[in-house]
């Protein structure tokens, strides 16, 4: 019987009898995963049930699964919706003598080949073909953009707190060819440089960890390329070898987070036991090589907002850098829930009246301080930026679904702001996970 059977087989008999009208139950081919169709007063909603694991984010739980909900437009469920999920839960949860776990479904050599980012990969969330038809419908209308967004699929040393794929974060998936990875990034390099992009920032769970990351750097420097810029963890720098190879290349810049002033703070977030004095020690290698530049930043966390102010000090204190301070955002892998710890912007008030040059312009600009309103109007509408992965994403699927979450939206407040027009709205999700306390529109532009 194959894994897919077998999954199949341990959850029928849990779900026989349950007051629920089910609609269908579909394994997953890939994942130890099973997606049912579950009938609510708001309607369908499909749900994901997989094996129960240490730390994964999920909606709720049972002794052996962990239940999340999928949404096919990116809109939050309604609450009549996610009364209905918490009350099948219970009921499953009654049913679940624990020790059950699904299996992920066997591939054969070939389907271990595929890629995850190739033009016809069934179910994927990325294809050339998109992109291509996406360049083209830019090019059509004569769009030009200052800075390309590039993201790299590889995998992270780190378990941080706030990412929901914290469980999969130390494998590759075997469907990537990191060579034929590289070729495909060129790519999008190659179309963005056509479109009047001279700027790149290089995204991903950890783009030094991808092991072409070297030749990828060179290969954008080749295209014309003036500022390159990467974001990672930075536990590689550590490495002085590696360190001074990336030194001597085309990559300008480096973003690296730091999310405590001491190691219990930064690896209580990291999830990785040495990860503070590796980083400290990486910074003290780049700094003294003076190349690439290093760009600190961290994240507005309800979790650690307490000792945000010790860290802008520590950072400035201990390596003469600057921190920036950035909003929490949907992450790429479908998931909402680690948002519970993203800063509502009127808990962040205080401090961001105190530190206002340090967030980034994820900010709305009516949450700054009257002082520096004219500069988050000059980088609200400052760059262009063409974001390459999501000129990509297939419709409907999982990706997709994080673009929704990703876009710009105005709430009922903003409508008599004297600044709208000029302001880069709030994050969809953010809206919907935290509301809009703090928003203050305003009643004229300053000057």
């Not at 269908?24 to 081919?29: D, F, G, I, K």
Request: charged share 25%; glycine share 8%.
């Amino acid at each position: 019987m194959s894994a897919l059977r077998r999954n199949r087989a341990l959850l029928e008999p849990l779900l026989a009898g349950l007051p629920f009208a089910i609609s269908s139950v579909r394994p997953s081919e890939t994942r130890a995963e099973i997606e049912l169709a579950l009938a609510t007063p708001a309607g369908d909603v499909q749900l994901r049930i997989a094996t129960r694991a240490q730390d994964v984010k999920a909606l709720a739980y049972t002794r052996s699964f962990a239940i999340s909900y999928v949404t096919r437009d990116g809109a939050p469920l309604p609450r009549a919706a996610i009364e209905s999920v918490a009350a099948f839960a219970r009921r499953l949860a009654a049913r679940d003598p624990g020790g059950l776990v699904l299996e992920a479904p066997e591939r054969s050599p070939r389907e271990q080949r595929r890629l995850a980012v190739v033009e016809r990969d069934p179910g994927g969330s990325w294809s050339r073909a998109t992109f291509d038809a996406g360049i083209e419908a830019l090019r059509a209308e004569a769009r030009r953009f200052d800075h390309a967004v590039l993201v790299v699929t590889q995998a992270c040393e780190m378990a941080c707190s706030f990412c929901p794929s914290r469980d999969k974060q130390h494998q590759v998936d075997p469907r990537v060819d990191a060579r034929t990875h590289l070729d495909d990034l060129v790519h999008q390099l190659e179309a963005a440089r056509s479109l009047g992009a001279h700027a790149v920032d290089v995204g991903g769970n950890d783009v030094l960890r991808f092991e072409h990351a070297l030749e990828l750097f060179e290969r954008a420097g080749e295209l014309g390329y003036q500022t390159i810029v990467a974001q990672s963890p930075g536990q590689r720098l550590a490495d002085e070898a590696f360190a001074r190879a990336l030194s001597s290349g085309p990559l300008n810049a480096v973003q690296i987070p730091i999310y405590g002033a001491t190691a219990q703070a930064h690896d209580a977030v990291t999830g990785t036991p040495g990860s503070f004095d590796t980083l400290c020690r990486a910074l003290d290698v780049v700094l003294a090589l003076g190349r690439p530049r290093v760009v600190l930043t961290t994240l507005a966390l309800r979790s650690t907002l307490d000792g945000l102010e010790e860290l802008l000090a520590f950072a400035q204190r201990r390596f003469g850098l600057h921190v920036s301070v950035r909003m929490l955002w949907p992450n790429r892998v479908g998931e909402r829930e680690h948002l519970h710890d993203a800063v509502p912007f009127d808990e962040l008030a205080g401090v961001v009246a105190r530190h206002a040059d340090r967030f980034e312009t994820d900010l709305p600009v009516c949450v700054l301080p009257p002082s520096h309103l004219v500069r988050g109007l000059v980088r609200a509408e400052g760059g262009r930026a063409l974001h390459l992965w999501d000129l990509g994403i297939v419709p409907g699927s999982e990706d997709d679904r994080v673009k929704q979450d990703r876009q710009r939206v105005f709430v009922a407040a903003c409508n008599g702001c004297a600044a709208r027009h000029r302001c880069a709205g709030i994050l969809r999700a953010h809206v919907e996970a935290l509301g809009a306390a703090g928003i203050r529109p305003l009643a004229a532009l300053p000057g």
